[in-house]
DNA sequence: GTCTATATTTAGATAGAC
DNA sequence: GTCTATCTAAATATAGAC
């Protein structure tokens, strides 16, 4: 049976363009950055990128395609919490861990952008993004059944919400001064039960 | 003295481009759109659009620039205001007022990336955005003062990242769904004083 | 002032040697 | 599998007619 070599050269060789890549498009962008830019941070040559990838919106959904299992993990670390409530505010926290970092904000901006324009990244994403969604869903229904969640807020549109906001913690992302508590505040004030003030 | 033959007329052209500039920009992106796409959406010469503007970036800019006095307004709406706690919720409203029209948020997400490449961009923009920092920050102090908003809040973050609430909104625009309610409970819940968390 | 036509540049993608 | 060299396409910006 024909076989790649060296397996695990392939993949080495593979996530050196992907970790190049990452770095350059989140500081100019996907159109600001060439594919030749990537090969050359890589250290192969651009033909080999394309040996890689079918083109260069593949190695911009592979990029992605990374994050996949961090937020699995994240969302499945909670599974069986008796704290709905802590829970998702550790996942939330979770997932703006790397909200303070300038490039991962230009990431996080760059990606939002794309999704519009590569229907293929759009499927990508929602997977990502469906697996956090749920997860928190399903968190913010225990809470309310725990009663630390208001009753009033519907999981899921909760759990979207949940979501920007943390996207909004990327947007506001300045070097020496990490929205991670204003993010906190935010998220747990929403949350909770016995306000005046109507949705 | 030289001077244009008929001054409404340019102003008129000039407007023209700039509606088919900022609905394309946003649809396809900056780089997605091409100046003959706008010329031809404007009904002029592609050759028309270097004649009003200096470059691409500038058509860009250009877009942007109208948004100042707008942000102006919605500030000196409420300058003399006695209720400063509703005060901020009308102007974040106002600023989110068509974060649920899917090409505005199209727009914000590619402001937000161009702002990294343009540095002229960034002063438009950071102008802009001063009037409303601003404006937002002196709510909040009197906010404090009036004892409607908690004194544990530095005026001036607060309003840094209320504005990036309201981007959040944006981000989370889908057609037939306003984020606007979950917005104000988001605002109107992290200002208020009395809670047991702490920042 | 506005047009048409085009020069210039640049980058994505490929062909074929090794 | 990886390289070098190159082809091709596209889009910005300009030159010059009207």
């Known amino acids: 049976m024909a076989r790649t070599v060296d397996p695990a050269l392939h993949a080495r060789r593979r996530e050196a363009i992907l970790g190049a890549a990452g770095r350059l498009f989140a ?17 192969v040559s651009s033909g080999s990128v394309f040996y890689y ?12 395609e990374q994050a996949l299992p961090h937020n699995e993990a994240l969302i499945a670390r909670h599974q069986g919490t008796e704290e709905p409530f802590a829970a998702i505010l550790d996942v939330v926290a ?23 324009h590569d229907e ?5 994403v929602e997977r990502a993004s469906q697996v956090v969604r749920e997860g ?12 630390t ?4 807020l519907d999981p899921a549109d ?10 909004a913690a990327y947007l506001g992302a300045r070097p020496g001064h990490s929205p991670l508590p204003a993010l ?3 998220v747990a004030r929403y949350l909770e039960p016995g306000r005046t003030e109507r949705v």
């Open 27 to 43: 500081e100019q962008g996907f159109e600001g950055t060439t594919v030749a830019q990537i090969a050359s941070a890589a250290g």
């Open 53 to 64: 990838f079918d083109d260069k919106p593949a190695v911009f959904r592979a990029v992605f």
């Open 94 to 116: 979770g997932l703006a861990a790397d909200a303070d970092d300038p490039s991962a904000s230009g990431m996080v901006v760059e990606l939002l952008r794309r999704i519009g």
């Open 120 to 124: 293929q990244l759009g499927v990508v």
């Open 136 to 147: 928190l869903a399903g968190l913010v229904a225990r809470g309310i059944e725990a009663g």
């Open 149 to 152: 969640v208001d009753p009033e």
């Open 158 to 167: 909760t759990a979207t919400w949940l979501e920007n906001i943390v996207d």
């Open 184 to 186: 906190r505040r935010t």
